[in-house]
């Protein structure tokens, strides 16, 4: 144990091996060293070690918390009849600024110091941050914030809005703390994961909110409750103290009632962020969107793409509503015109891999809900203190969770379920119930088969993949771990010492290009390439464009593109009974299932996109169109929104 400032004593974050430690290590492997040479290594394997506890003890970083609040309350059913706040609180910013005397609502993925934050899920009721993210302080600096629960925005913040469960859900209805009802039908889903931030801007409790996006959660949820939602360029604003789910999709965005306020929050919430958020560049401008989003659209071309409709579940009364509203903009000056882009159709299942592979990388590897030592790894590059907690996940509800055994994290098995224990200061899984689990072999955490199910396993000391009855897995290739060709199925393989795609039956995949794995190349420029027809992406100028159309990148001859934001027309009713009482749930989910189909391709890209109210339908429940624009050109995207919103009024 060692004694730390402001404390008693603290564990060693990691203890260096003892010389009978390093002979066992020197024994399994067959080297023959003498007890001299056994000693050197010991003693420069504890300086590594000691260096590893002098970093940890160093003060973690913090962002600034500038103005006093309240922790405030968990509303009662009569004052949050929609459930759109899971928090409330108020908290006064400046006096002055853009957005001084507005009430904003912060949705409860952000962190707000002092107040609750369980991202819709049990497991981190409970939890309260210590820092406001970057978001937070730049809207209560912006004027006399009134924050109402975690729903945030300038003037005064009033607190924290509902959201989904871990924020994946399209729909409103997987908080543990109830569904978000609609607020122009409460038998009506309100959208997700924003949807407590949609709600409260649609009921007029606040005038600002702000909302997270990985695949449609801003756009959704505004379309649905009839308000402008926009998801930004990728990177515009900081995500810095947010939950992280997949950084490559990870945005924030504002939500208000009108395009301008929704603009004029941009203003406020964008910029670099000193270094502390990677999806950031130093070079971003930040323009006055209010003022320079003005005027007609003379000259300025905005193409339908075609692939966002006719889906074969789609309804002709959203597409034709949609389609018809859009045409309008030709009255201010725009030429409307369909285009193609092929792609489009599936850039849903595109992002699904993304987004699955990210997620669970980043939840179950780098640790956003891992606890050692008392931190908590909290969205990139950020960790929270937990204060005078042992274990940072709890068991609750009987559900394993983990635990801290000796300062190292690690699963613990709760009820004979599978989960991470400690062996030998290595926390492996371990086999339970005949369940496949880590395991250590030979000193190193490996899977193992376990009733002939494929599962990690160490070859040359090396862990790989291995194949199990014909199904596709890493194996090593010349000492490479790397994907195979099974069955004609294309996968990672080794050319020339490196690990990449190829292309297989003719499906384009990653190739090696000089050594480099990369997307084919054209004309020296990495980018994907059309294979039978069907249009891919290019970089244009070292930014990544969206589409090509017969060798031409669509955003060079159109300016902004347009969808329908949700296709399914009628927004999903909770799930219903037949006759029998049976609850039909399974066909509620199939409609679930294809909610974002539309709007996951600007999260795989990064090009900002919005949703505009286009009408209403099916006695009075609205219809969103979604705009589209280039990288970092918000104020081309926000005069065609603009000028949409008062066409269709």
Not at 414 to 430: G, K, L, R
């Amino acid at each position: 144990m060692k004694k730390t400032e402001g404390s008693l004593y603290r564990a060693h974050a990691v203890s260096g091996p003892t010389l009978e430690h390093v002979t066992s290590i020197a024994n399994k492997h067959g080297l023959d060293i003498s007890e001299d040479d056994l000693k050197a290594y010991q003693k420069i394997m504890k300086e590594s070690c000691d260096a590893l506890c002098d970093v940890d003890l160093l003060p973690e970083p913090s962002l600034p918390t500038k103005y006093p609040r309240i922790p405030g309350y968990r509303p009662m059913p009569e004052e949050n009849v929609l459930n759109a706040w899971y928090w409330k609180t108020n908290i006064t910013g400046a006096e002055t600024g853009k957005i001084a005397g507005k009430k904003i609502a912060v949705k409860d993925n952000i962190a707000v110091a002092g107040v609750p934050m369980m991202v819709g899920c049990s497991a981190l009721e409970g939890y309260v941050p210590e820092f406001d993210a970057t978001v937070v302080t730049r809207l209560l600096d912006e004027g006399n914030v009134e924050l109402i629960g975690n729903c945030r925005l300038g003037g005064t913040v009033l607190g924290k809005s509902t959201c989904e469960s871990l924020c994946g859900s399209g729909a409103s209805f997987t908080c543990n703390k109830g569904p978000v009802l609609n607020f122009h039908n409460p038998l009506h889903d309100a959208g997700g994961s924003s949807g407590g931030s949609a709600t409260l801007v649609a009921s007029g409790e606040v005038d600002l909110a702000i909302g997270s996006d990985q695949g449609g959660s801003v756009r959704l949820p505004a379309s649905w409750c009839g308000v402008v939602g926009l998801k930004p360029t990728h990177g515009l604003v900081p995500y810095t103290g947010a939950m992280c789910f997949e950084a490559s999709v990870d945005h924030l965005g504002p939500m208000a009632s009108n395009v301008h306020d929704c603009a004029l929050m941009l203003e406020v919430l964008a910029g670099y962020d000193d270094g502390l958020d990677p999806r950031q560049t130093q070079d971003m401008v930040v323009p006055e969107y209010t003022t320079e989003m003005q005027g007609d659209l003379n000259g300025m071309k905005i193409g339908i793409v075609s692939e966002g409709f006719g889906w074969d579940d789609a309804d002709p009364k959203v597409e034709d509503l949609v389609r018809k509203s859009v045409e309008k903009l030709t009255k201010v000056g725009a030429t409307v015109t369909d285009i193609s882009v092929p792609l489009h159709k599936l850039s849903s299942v595109i992002w699904k891999q993304v987004y699955v592979e990210g997620f669970t990388d980043t939840v179950f590897k780098t640790g956003v809900f891992v606890c050692c030592n008392g931190c908590l790894w909290f969205g990139s590059n950020y960790i929270v203190t937990v204060e005078n907690v042992v274990a940072a996940f709890i068991v609750i509800d009987g559900v394993a969770a983990f635990i801290v055994i000796d300062a190292v994290a690690a699963f613990i098995v709760i009820d004979a379920v599978a989960a991470f224990i400690v062996i030998d200061a290595v926390a492996p899984f371990i086999v339970i119930d005949g369940v496949a689990a880590f395991i250590v072999i030979d000193g190193v955490a490996a899977f193992i088969v376990i009733d002939g199910v494929a599962a990690f396993i160490v070859i040359d000391g090396v862990a790989a993949f291995i194949v199990i009855d014909g199904v596709a897995a890493f194996i090593v290739i010349d000492g490479v771990a790397a994907y195979i060709v099974i069955d004609g199925v294309a996968a990672y393989i080794v050319i020339d010492g490196v690990a990449a795609f190829i292309v297989i039956d003719g499906v384009a995949a990653f190739i090696v290009i000089d050594g480099v794995a990369a997307f084919i190349v054209i004309d020296g420029v990495a980018a994907f390439i059309v294979i039978d027809g069907v249009a891919a992406f290019i970089v244009i100028d070292g930014v990544a464009a969206f589409i090509v159309i017969d060798g031409v990148a669509a955003f060079i001859v159109i300016d902004v593109v347009a969808v329908a934001v949700f296709i399914l027309g009628l927004i999903l009713q909770w799930p219903q009974t037949d006759q029998s009482g049976a609850h039909l749930f399974s066909k509620y989910l199939t409609r679930l299932g294809r909610i974002s189909v539309n709007t996951r391709c600007a999260n795989l890209t990064g090009h900002p996109a919005i949703s505009v109210n286009a009408g209403f339908l099916y006695d009075g429940l609205p219809v969103g169109a979604m705009f589209i624009g280039r990288h970092f050109e918000e104020v081309t995207l926000l005069k065609v929104a603009e000028n949409f919103e008062k066409l269709v009024g």
